[in-house]
């Protein structure tokens, strides 16, 4: 099993709906975090987490929430979704300040 | 704010040939630096990293020097594998920033027979 795992892998969706994706570990680690990537324009991080009671803001939170329901869980989720929202989401997990991250599959999410 | 630029992409190589894919970077402090690499729907994994200037990462065959005098990482292979087609994404990070990366957009290679 993989010790990242994001759910769903791929999702449609259509303007308006609210979604919500996933994320779980098995790394035991504490730092967590959501990207976004669009062709051309690499990874961009949409929220942090370094704990259950420490959530952040990356370069491009808006239109986007967070909730981390515990250290394993860390769930992005998009209020009301619009098409420039269709991308490709990771998440991924840190045990450290290093900057080696662990990455999940991604989960691609298409607003219709 | 912190920035990586790469080259673009993509490069189409036969099997065997060199491999040269440029990275530079600014930064404020002095950063950390790696390569991502991503296979065909998979997830970003770490290649290798250089945590100081002059420091030579390696892994799998590829390598990348610090270089802080003209602000790169560039990553090389001698010979390249059809295994080796994928997405090469350069990215640092700063002391204090949390381990926060920055990424560049990302290079795709492509390793014909």
């Known amino acids: 099993d993989a010790d990242v795992t994001q759910t769903p892998r791929n999702r449609i969706t259509k303007t308006g709906k609210r979604i919500m994706l996933e994320c779980s570990q098995t790394?035991?680690?504490?730092?967590m975090y959501w990207y976004r990537q669009d062709p051309g324009l690499g990874l961009r991080l949409i929220y942090y987490?370094?704990?259950?009671?420490?959530?952040n803001k990356g370069e491009i939170s808006d239109g986007y929430s967070v909730s981390r329901q515990a250290q394993a869980k860390f769930s992005l989720s998009l209020e009301s979704a619009i098409p420039n929202q269709t991308a490709l989401y990771f998440c991924?997990?840190?045990?450290?300040?290093?900057?080696?991250?662990?990455f999940g599959e991604g989960s691609r999410l298409t607003v219709l | 704010g912190d920035s990586v630029t790469q080259m673009e992409g993509p490069v189409t190589l036969s099997e065997e040939a060199c491999l040269t894919i440029?990275?530079?970077?600014?930064?404020?402090?002095?950063?950390?630096l790696f390569w991502y690499v991503q296979y065909p729907g998979e997830g970003l994994q770490l290649l290798l990293k250089?945590?100081?200037?002059?420091d030579k990462g390696s892994n799998k065959g590829f390598e990348a020097t610090y270089r802080k005098e003209t602000t790169s990482f560039h990553l090389e292979k001698g010979s390249v594998q059809v295994s080796d087609s994928a997405v090469y994404f350069c990215?640092?990070?700063?002391?204090?920033?949390?381990?926060?990366?920055?990424f560049g957009t990302g290079t795709r290679l492509q390793v014909t027979l």
């Open positions: 991924a997990t840190s045990g450290d300040g290093s900057g080696e991250l662990f």
């Open positions: 790394k035991g680690h504490d730092r």
């Open positions: 987490s370094f704990d259950v009671k420490d959530i």
């Open positions: 440029n990275c530079t970077y600014t930064a404020t402090g002095y950063p950390s």
């Open positions: 250089a945590t100081k200037a002059d």
């Open positions: 990215a640092l990070t700063t002391r204090g920033t949390a381990s926060k990366l920055t």
